[in-house]
């Protein structure tokens, strides 16, 4: 088929994400065009006629102008829309779907506010992981941590960090954006074991601190997050990409509990995961002294992965759901 995949326009993981697409595309014989929004709609309009795709799938939509949307709503190309910060943005992203043939969310629990609005084709399709970008690899000390955490300082990431470094020990690493006003907290205090990369930083980057952790502390967003738009208060059953591409470096991770983890894998052979303070800190500690069983874990959770969770495998499901509707 040939494909008019329109981009994010987000940055950062973003790029990643968009580039892993469309080498997916490619990779299972589609002709894969990419259009960017600040390119326009008369831009759009052109490419629709000269390249004349089978469908138009747009990442994400939250930066659609609306005379785009206009144009894909009205457009006889079969369009379909992958949202992929469901359910964190329903107050944007349910009457954006409306624009679209097909609806694809990360989150099962957001299936059914769009079929409730009139939408028919409504799938679950999470994000998925690159196994070339995220794999083993062995690394020097500056990777190395006991424990790692990796994203933006959500109010249960600081509550946890916080737990941990009170209750442990243990080095944390902490990894991610916006975590300012906690480096300057908390390094007032003594002797508390913390390293600090206050940047977002590339995924050939990420890759290297989930290889040189003992144990990758990976913490879901709130459903309830003040920054949040998500006025129906919708709680997210779903697993983060971060899962995918913790497992696909063979590292262990101990994961904060959702309801469709045991979709994706088996709960205490591929991992882990814990449901308040106390269970995270007994877990830590034991796992930490079960170093032989943390790595076999691990090494069954990326096979997992390699079968089921690339984006290879999630584009290739998203065309069977095309092509057979």
Request: proline share 5%.
């Amino acid at each position: 088929m040939r494909i008019l995949f329109i981009a994010s326009g987000f940055s950062a993981v973003y790029s990643f994400f968009e580039q892993r697409i469309i080498e997916a595309f490619q990779n299972a014989g589609h002709h894969c065009e990419p259009f960017t929004l600040n390119q326009g709609l008369a831009a759009l309009t052109q490419l629709q006629q000269s390249f004349r795709p089978d469908l138009i799938l747009a990442l994400t939509g939250l930066k659609i102008p609306r005379p785009i949307l206009e144009f894909l709503k009205h457009t006889k190309v079969r369009t379909a829309i992958w949202l992929t910060e469901d359910p964190y943005y329903m107050d944007l992203t349910l009457p954006l779907s409306t624009n679209f043939d097909y609806i694809f969310t990360i989150d099962e629990a957001a299936m059914e506010p769009y079929t409730r609005v009139g939408q028919r084709h409504v799938y679950h399709l999470p994000l998925g992981t690159d196994p070339e970008m995220f794999h083993p690899v062995p690394v020097s000390e500056e990777f190395s941590s006991d424990i790692c955490l990796v994203g933006v300082p959500y109010s249960n990431r600081i509550e946890l960090a916080a737990f941990l470094l009170e209750n442990t020990g243990y080095q944390l690493r902490i990894v991610g954006k916006g975590w300012g006003k906690q480096h300057n907290e908390w390094s007032m205090k003594e002797s508390r074991p913390v390293h600090w990369v206050n940047a977002w930083v590339q995924p050939e980057t990420v890759m290297k601190y989930y290889n040189g952790s003992q144990i990758v502390l990976n913490i879901h967003r709130p459903s309830d997050e003040k920054y949040n738009k998500n006025r129906m208060g919708i709680v997210a059953k779903g697993i983060n990409n971060r899962t995918f591409d913790v497992a696909s470096c063979g590292a262990f991770q101990l994961v904060d509990t959702r309801e469709a983890l045991a979709q994706h894998f088996e709960e205490g052979e591929e991992i882990v995961s814990f449901i308040d303070k106390q269970d995270l800190l007994e877990k830590v500690h034991y796992y930490m002294a079960h170093a032989e069983e943390r790595k076999h874990m691990a090494s069954l959770a990326r096979r997992r992965v390699l079968s089921s969770h690339t984006f290879q495998y999630r584009i290739e499901c998203l065309m069977k759901q095309i092509q057979t509707t």
